[in-house]
């Protein structure tokens, strides 16, 4: 044994060490590691002080076995947005970082029969700490019920409340949307039309609601030909801008759903000739890179994604470890619209 106390493997203080020189058994060691609060803060102090002094670190996988949990949080999805989902990781991962935390991304098929089924297969065969779950499978009111049966946090990420703040970060998509829309209403167009996201997706609902509360403020009739359905990838944009673009008259606005479906339109819009914006006004949803690395760059909803996993994380995270409090309550992330060169006043 050295000087420090150390009598490890190698010179490193094990937890019997800690004990000896706290004056505790291995077991309250083992309390206050865990953040257990059946502990005097004179005892928890006591102890943090000896592990701080002599560099212990725990064994993360005997402090599992001790929780019953592994330090590894969940993300699910199925979700075309890739740059949604990297957002979503890069906001979790920068408050894992530091931590004893890892991130585990799994992709399902929300239209598979076995989800519920492939889901509960997963968090048990993880044994993970908590899961982030993303929309559309966030809207699954079974794959909540199911991490609350077993034991396992969650927080769901969608475009509305679903649940309550503990368990929830949301955007206000509707509303910003609106927002959008009636910007190209007030600059003066009136032939609006929109590409919504997949049938499914309550964010594709709630982004062609806030269009058609914008057109009926504005006193605009709705017109079905202007409306067209994409997947949230480019190519969608693309083949939905096309046949928007070929009504008569043609719109001069069209709001799309995301960049990705934005960017479709604008190489739409090129194809046949049209200038972006003296031709044709374009707004999109996300404000990922490409929105300002275009040409002209994009207009569009800027979507606190990152913030939104950040969120997600603490949440989970929540009173067990010491920079996280015992119940963060924030769970509305309002968007807001980004003005670039993509939009003008129609001709």
Same mark, same amino acid.
């Given at each position: $044994?050295?000087?420090?106390?150390?009598?490890?493997?190698?010179?490193?203080?094990?937890?019997?060490?800690?004990?000896?020189?706290?004056?505790?058994?291995?077991?309250?060691?083992?309390?206050?590691?865990?953040?257990?609060?059946?502990?005097? %803060?004179?005892?928890?102090?006591?102890?943090?002080?000896?592990?701080?002094?002599?560099?212990?670190?725990?064994?993360?996988?005997?402090? @599992?076995?001790?929780?019953?949990?592994?330090?590894?949080?969940?993300?699910?999805?199925?979700?075309?947005?890739?740059? $949604?989902?990297?957002?979503?990781?890069?906001?979790?991962?920068?408050?894992?970082?530091?931590? %004893?935390?890892?991130?585990?991304?799994?992709?399902?098929?929300?239209?598979?029969?076995?989800?519920?089924?492939? =889901?509960?297969?997963?968090?048990?065969?993880?044994?993970?700490?908590?899961? =982030?779950?993303?929309?559309?499978?966030?809207?699954?009111?079974?794959?909540?019920?199911?991490?609350?049966?077993?034991?396992?946090?969650? =927080?769901? $990420?969608?475009?509305?409340?679903?649940?309550?703040?503990?368990?929830? =970060?949301?955007?206000?998509?509707? %509303?910003?949307?609106?927002?959008?829309?009636?910007?190209?209403?007030?600059?003066?167009?009136?032939?609006?039309?929109?590409?919504?996201?997949?049938?499914?997706?309550?964010?594709?609902?709630?982004?062609?609601?806030?269009?058609?509360?914008?057109?009926?403020?504005?006193?605009?009739?709705?017109?079905?030909?202007?409306?067209?359905?994409?997947?949230?990838?480019?190519?969608?944009?693309?083949?939905?801008?096309? $046949?928007?673009?070929?009504?008569?008259?043609?719109?001069?606005?069209?709001?799309?759903?995301?960049?990705?479906?934005?960017?479709?339109?604008?190489?739409?819009?090129?194809?046949?000739?049209?200038?972006?914006?003296?031709?044709?006004?374009?707004?999109?949803?996300?404000?990922?890179?490409? @929105?300002?690395?275009?040409?002209?760059?994009?207009?569009?909803?800027?979507?606190?994604?990152?913030?939104?996993?950040? @969120?997600?994380?603490?949440?989970?995270?929540?009173?067990?470890?010491?920079?996280?409090?015992?119940?963060?309550?924030?769970?509305?992330?309002?968007?807001?619209?980004?003005?670039?060169?993509?939009?003008?006043?129609?001709?």
């Amino acid at each position: $044994m050295d000087t420090n106390g150390n009598s490890g493997r190698g010179g490193k203080p094990t937890i019997n060490d800690i004990a000896r020189l706290s004056g505790v058994s291995k077991k309250t060691v083992s309390r206050v590691i865990n953040r257990s609060p059946l502990l005097n %803060e004179d005892t928890r102090k006591r102890v943090d002080d000896i592990i701080r002094a002599t560099g212990y670190v725990p064994n993360p996988q005997a402090r @599992a076995l001790a929780l019953r949990r592994n330090f590894l949080i969940g993300l699910v999805h199925d979700n075309p947005n890739a740059q $949604m989902v990297l957002g979503v990781q890069q906001g979790i991962l920068g408050v894992l970082k530091g931590t %004893e935390y890892e991130l585990i991304v799994r992709p399902v098929d929300r239209g598979s029969t076995t989800l519920v089924a492939d =889901v509960r297969s997963f968090l048990e065969r993880q044994r993970l700490h908590g899961v =982030v779950l993303l929309p559309p499978i966030s809207e699954n009111n079974g794959l909540a019920a199911l991490c609350d049966s077993l034991g396992c946090r969650y =927080v769901r $990420m969608g475009s509305a409340d679903l649940d309550d703040a503990a368990h929830m =970060v949301a955007s206000n998509d509707r %509303e910003v949307v609106r927002d959008a829309v009636a910007y190209l209403a007030g600059i003066g167009h009136r032939r609006i039309a929109i590409i919504t996201g997949p049938q499914g997706f309550r964010s594709a609902f709630e982004r062609r609601q806030g269009y058609e509360e914008a057109l009926s403020a504005a006193g605009i009739a709705p017109n079905p030909g202007y409306a067209a359905e994409g997947n949230y990838r480019f190519e969608s944009g693309l083949a939905a801008a096309r $046949m928007l673009l070929a009504q008569a008259p043609r719109p001069t606005a069209i709001f799309a759903s995301n960049d990705e479906m934005a960017a479709g339109t604008l190489h739409a819009a090129r194809m046949i000739g049209l200038d972006v914006p003296a031709d044709l006004s374009i707004i999109g949803f996300d404000d990922t890179a490409i @929105a300002a690395h275009i040409w002209p760059p994009l207009t569009t909803v800027r979507w606190p994604i990152v913030e939104m996993g950040k @969120a997600a994380a603490r949440k989970l995270l929540a009173g067990t470890i010491d920079e996280q409090p015992e119940m963060p309550g924030d769970a509305l992330f309002p968007s807001q619209l980004i003005q670039r060169a993509s939009t003008a006043p129609p001709k």
